[in-house]
C-alpha cells in the first residue's frame, strides 16, 4: 500500500517552468514504478511520463518529449516533474501514480495508486 500526494501545481504563463512533486508514504517507494498522468476537461486521462524503480530510465509521451523531465529520489520517497516551456494546452490536472510492476506502463489501467491531483493552468 501507497499513499501519494502531489503537489506543486499553479497558474503561469505560456513559457514559464513549474516542478511537481509527488510524496509518498511507505518503506517499499523503491519498489515501485511511478507515472505521471494528466486529464484536460472534458478529455480523457493521457500518460504524461513515467520511471523506472532505479530512475535509470524514464519514458515520456511525445507532447512533453524534450521540455518534461522525470526524476525520482528514493530516500526522500519523492518524485519530481520538472516541466519546462508551458504551452496553454498542458493545462490539466496532473496526477501522480503507482504500480508494483517494473514496466512503465502508459495505460492508467495498470497503476494501482494514485494521488488527488494538482491544478496547472497555463495562460497564453
Known amino acids: 500500500q501507497v499513499e501519494l500526494v502531489e503537489s506543486g501545481g499553479g497558474l503561469v504563463q505560456a513559457g514559464d517552468s513549474l516542478r511537481l512533486s509527488c510524496a509518498a508514504s511507505?518503506?517499499?517507494?523503491?519498489?515501485?514504478?511511478m507515472g505521471w498522468f494528466r486529464q484536460a476537461p472534458g478529455k480523457e486521462r493521457d500518460f504524461v511520463a513515467g520511471i523506472s524503480w532505479s530512475g535509470g530510465v524514464a519514458n515520456y509521451a511525445d507532447s512533453v518529449k524534450g521540455r518534461f523531465t522525470l526524476s525520482r529520489d528514493n530516500a526522500k520517497n519523492t518524485v519530481y516533474l520538472q516541466m519546462n516551456s508551458l504551452k496553454p494546452e498542458d493545462t490539466a490536472i496532473y496526477y501522480c501514480?503507482?504500480?508494483?510492476?517494473?514496466?512503465?506502463?502508459?495505460?492508467?489501467?495498470?497503476?494501482?495508486?494514485w494521488g488527488q491531483g494538482t491544478q496547472v493552468t497555463v495562460s497564453s
Open positions: 501514480a503507482a504500480r508494483s510492476g517494473s514496466a512503465i506502463e502508459t495505460r492508467g489501467a495498470n497503476y494501482a495508486y
Open positions: 511507505g518503506r517499499t517507494f523503491r519498489m515501485y514504478t
